[in-house]
């Protein structure tokens, strides 16, 4: 498992807190400073079954500079969305935490991030103790 951080934000430090709480094994990647490739976007996307423009900051001031919240939200335009999020990691809406499952999930609550945790623990049939 692996979740993709800012330090600096309530919701990720929350989302750690419970994962250390819970005793999981995962990986932190401080994304703005190991920023995601296009092609790691995407298939974050994939197992977040999401668009670009799901997990974009809007409010961000770069997505203001940019004025994303004008842009085409279509099959045409999600590649400028992709590029836009790589570009500017900072509107990359956070933690995600991809699952052993290979599915992902936006934490932004702990139901999120106790979601993650079932996900990755569900790995087979549980045998009674």
Not at 10 to 38: F, H, M, Q, W
Request: charged share 35%.
């Amino acid at each position: 498992m692996e979740i993709w951080i800012n330090p600096a934000c309530s919701k990720c430090r929350s989302a750690i807190n419970l994962l250390d709480e819970e005793g999981a094994a995962y990986t932190v990647r401080r994304y703005l400073e190991d920023v995601p490739s296009e092609a790691e976007i995407r298939e974050v996307l994939e197992r977040l079954g999401l668009e670009p423009w799901d997990i974009t900051r809007t409010q961000e001031a770069a997505a203001k500079e940019l004025g994303m919240k004008e842009w085409a939200r279509d099959a045409g335009s999600r590649e400028r969305w992709v590029a836009a999020l790589a570009e500017h990691p900072r509107l990359i809406q956070r933690p995600i935490i991809t699952a052993e499952d290979g599915t992902a999930v936006v934490a932004r609550t702990d139901e999120a991030v106790r979601d993650a945790l079932g996900r990755s623990q569900d790995e087979g049939p549980s045998t009674p103790a």
